[in-house]
């Protein structure tokens, strides 16, 4: 565009000219323009805003604790978040980790008995142009029902819509000369196309916003809510968020958090796979921070995740707002009668029974047919629409509580497993899609975030196995790299597959390697130039008979 208006959007992937067409007005430019020529210096200022905290934590060697700042807040019990709208307050069992430029897997969830649907532009989804454009359409076609044979938006389980987190950028668009910030560009089209719509439908505009550090970035997004609803013409509060609580700072800050969005907030989440990544990024290096084998050693019963989610579900239900817990990654067998599907059932349910007698209001689930067996489980344990009654007074959390890291060693077999899963992640990606299965679960970038951060923490103290005498080293990962993709390499069916699976190895090895800890695996994927050039070859690629990215 031109004249005063300086924003500039790459041409539209092949295959989505008109979604393109769609999507970019004339008017959503200049909103867009408008949204982040507004904040963008603010996002800036909360990006560096973490790197001076982590250098502050860094140079005096302290931990973190509850702020002293704002005890005036978190001492005052008179106030409240405003009350959820009604669609958000029987949410017991939700969608996870849905991308929604998988037109085929969206139309299911959206006929699904789901109570919501977590729309997911962050975590289970990789960014490509294509994949952007493709999944913001879809649900701008779902909210204004231009899906056959679907639910009404009203009827629909509700939409909670997940923008990308402030450490992504959008590379295809330019605003004043800089690149977008990933999130606001999301945020921006989401709002412009569907905000009034859902609003007008009682059934939105709700979203998630993930990987917040601080309240400084919640009081951020309260601003960009503010000013959205504003310019649209909605009243103030008609947004909804949920902020998941995925990293071990903001969960010093949770009451300051809620009190900053209380206006705008439908709660707070559980993030245990991020949020343990987290404290690898924070204290990493420091040997008192070694984070054992996750698959044996790091689990909800385990003194810092469950101190962590039980002030999560205190401090949410003391301010009026519902608590959320994480997602269950499990794939449930298709065979009913079999033992592995007793197995897995049998699972799920003693980890979500953990959650429910925790005190949370609902929690997610990746397959589909986990949502009836999980919302009986809620019946049979629960009264009502939600547990916002359950206080929590019995809890008492102290910052040694959220800092315990669990005791416990490195398996050969978790160690292997974490290669596995790292190397898989960045290959899905490489492929543009952001989630992969494996071993019977799903996996996304959040646990490819915690092994990989394992592994490179691994390297940096060199634990000994528990399994022999040998010590975590470069030289032992880089063996078992070689015995990981021999059996990785035999799910290739082509030469592609297979020379982009070794490309995957390389990039992970060289990430566990580096001497200063990667902040993010998305970022790092999302500025390396092997992902970026290989956007122009998937773009072209032919789209698949569902309609959605080609897995190639």
């Known amino acids: 565009m031109s004249g005063s208006v300086n924003i500039e959007v790459s041409p539209p992937p092949s295959g989505l000219e008109a979604e393109y067409e769609t999507l970019f007005t004339t008017d959503s430019l200049l909103f867009l323009h408008e949204l982040i020529s507004t904040f963008d210096e603010e996002v800036n200022q909360c990006l560096w805003l973490r790197v001076a905290k982590k250098a502050n934590l860094e140079l005096s060697g302290h931990l973190p604790g509850f702020l002293e700042d704002t005890i005036h807040i978190r001492s005052d ?83 909670m819509l997940r923008p990308r987190a402030w450490n992504m950028v959008e590379h295809n668009m330019m605003v004043e000369g800089k690149e977008a910030p990933g999130p606001l560009f999301d945020f921006g089209l989401l709002m412009f196309h569907c905000g009034k719509r859902l609003f007008e439908n009682e059934s939105g505009p709700f979203f998630y916003l993930s990987k917040i550090e601080s309240f400084m970035e919640a009081r951020l997004w309260n601003k960009i809510f503010v000013w959205t609803q504003q310019k649209l013409g909605l009243p103030i509060g008609s947004i909804k968020a949920t902020v998941l609580i995925e990293n071990i700072l903001a969960a010093f800050e949770m009451e300051e958090i809620l009190y900053e969005l209380r206006d705008h907030s439908a709660g707070l989440n559980c993030g245990v796979w991020d949020y343990s990544a987290s404290v690898v990024n924070k204290f990493g290096h420091r040997q008192a921070f070694l984070l054992p084998d996750r698959r044996k050693y790091v689990n909800i019963d385990t003194t810092f995740l469950r101190s962590y989610m039980d002030l999560l579900i205190q401090t949410c239900h003391r301010r009026g707002a519902l608590a959320t817990g994480g997602m269950s990654a499990f794939l449930l067998p298709q065979d009913p009668l079999s033992e592995s599907h007793r197995t897995v059932l049998a699972t799920v349910t003693r980890q979500k029974l953990i959650e429910i007698k925790a005190g949370v209001d609902g929690f997610m689930v990746y397959d589909l047919n986990l949502i009836e067996p999980m919302q009986t489980l809620f019946k049979l344990h629960t009264e009502g629409d939600n547990q916002l009654h359950q ?162």
Request: with cysteine.
């Open 77 to 159: 019990p008179t106030w409240r978040v405003l009350p959820v709208p009604p669609r958000l307050q029987r949410r017991h069992v939700d969608i996870g980790d849905l991308a929604p430029c998988n037109s085929q897997c969206f139309v299911k969830a959206l006929n699904s008995p789901a109570q919501g649907i977590q729309v997911d532009f962050d975590d289970g989804n990789c960014p490509t142009y294509y994949n952007q454009i493709k999944g913001i359409h879809n649900v701008v076609k779902a909210v204004h029902n231009q899906f056959p044979d679907v639910p009404h938006i009203s009827q629909a389980p509700v939409l």
């Open 391 to 552: 206080l929590r007074n019995d809890v008492t959390v102290t910052p040694e509580d959220l800092l315990s890291v669990p005791l416990g060693g490195i398996t050969l077999d978790g160690l292997k497993y974490n290669i596995a899963v790292g190397v898989l992640f960045i290959n899905a990606w490489l492929s543009g899609e952001g989630v992969f299965f494996y071993r019977g679960c799903v996996e996304d970038s959040a646990t490819a975030d915690i092994s990989r951060s394992q592994v490179w923490q691994w390297i940096r103290h060199h634990p000994q196995l528990e399994d022999d005498s040998r010590v975590v080293s470069r030289q032992l990962v880089t063996d078992l790299m070689k015995e990981v993709m021999v059996e990785l390499s035999s799910l290739c069916h082509s030469l592609r597959e297979t020379q982009r699976l070794l490309t995957a190895a390389d990039m992970f090895l060289e990430m566990v390697l580096k001497r200063d800890f990667p902040e993010f695996i998305t970022t790092y994927l999302n500025e390396d130039h092997t992902f970026l050039s290989s956007q122009s070859t998937r773009q072209a690629a032919a789209l698949d008979k569902h309609g959605h990215h080609s897995n190639l």
